[in-house]
């Protein structure tokens, strides 16, 4: 699966608060829609709601019907693929650093130091 | 290992890098102000960044892609800010559009770079990246520095951890 760096975007964006990670958490079962996940927490209906709607557009949820039932459930081939650019992410500058310095320590050609 | 600090201020919302390397600054600069050495250098070698417009001068926009083993081309830009070479650079990174048009609806950064001899031939280089906000902060260190990464990447080994449970029984 190829992400761009937009997609890189909304995933962590959407990863970097506590109640959309608690949300991810809980919505592996699949059991619960909005209105019952806004009971876990103290904030409106439309606040959850808002959070469901910022982890279903960075591909960590999916809403799904059940009979006449809508459930939020989290997409696991969305988390795995989070965990991977995670761990690339972590590496960026310090990659960036360590071409910098084979740059510089490489013979100097044409120029003048 | 040339990176010698990584700090982050949570109330200031900046983030800064020091590295350290046996060159002179005028050499550091040029990391930053020769296209082709930069390209050596933003992008890993699975994706090497292209900046087909570079130009260093407060106002000035660089533009830049990056290209995939699939060839996708994600693209990106700075406008530049402040020049002050071999001593200073600062600009915002933004994502571009498939056309190169600066995208605004994601998060910019600002990134200040300042060069200082340090003598003995040695010089530091220290980045500092300046956040919008509080959540565009949170994003970028969810994206890979300390806590936000450990605690994001406990959650989710924890959440497929407690999904392998569910699955066998």
Do not use: C
């Amino acid at each position: 699966m190829q992400v761009a760096p937009s997609d890189f975007d909304r995933m962590f964006g959407a990863l970097a608060d506590a109640t959309r990670r608690d949300i991810v958490r809980r919505a592996i079962d699949g059991g619960e829609g909005v209105a019952e996940l806004a009971v876990h927490y103290a904030m409106s209906f439309a606040a959850v709601q808002k959070h469901v709607a910022i982890l279903e557009r960075a591909g960590l949820v999916t809403k799904e019907r059940i009979g006449r039932r809508k459930v939020v459930r989290t997409n696991l081939e969305g988390l795995l693929v989070a965990r991977r650019l995670l761990d690339q992410y972590e590496e960026l500058w310090r990659g960036r650093i360590g071409r910098m310095t084979a740059l510089v320590t490489e013979p100097v050609e044409d120029r003048d130091p | 290992m040339t990176v010698t600090a990584v700090r982050k201020d949570p109330q200031h919302l900046t983030m800064t890098l020091d590295a350290e390397f046996d060159a002179s600054p005028a050499r550091v600069w040029q990391l930053w102000a020769d296209p082709r050495q930069l390209e050596r250098w933003w992008g890993p070698p699975t994706y090497p960044a292209t900046f087909t417009r570079h130009d260093l001068a407060p106002g000035s926009r660089v533009e830049y892609h990056m290209t995939g083993p699939d060839g996708d081309q994600p693209r990106g830009f700075w406008d530049v800010l402040d020049v002050d070479p071999p001593r200073r650079l600062s600009f915002r990174d933004g994502f571009a559009n498939a056309d190169g048009t600066p995208n605004l609806d994601l998060p910019r950064n600002e990134v200040d770079v300042t060069i200082t001899e340090l003598g003995g031939g040695r010089t530091r280089m220290s980045i500092a990246s300046i956040f919008p906000s509080t959540a565009a902060m949170e994003q970028v260190l969810a994206m890979g520095m300390e806590e936000g990464l450990t605690q994001a990447v406990g959650q989710i080994d924890a959440i497929l951890a407690a999904d392998a449970i569910a699955a066998r029984s």
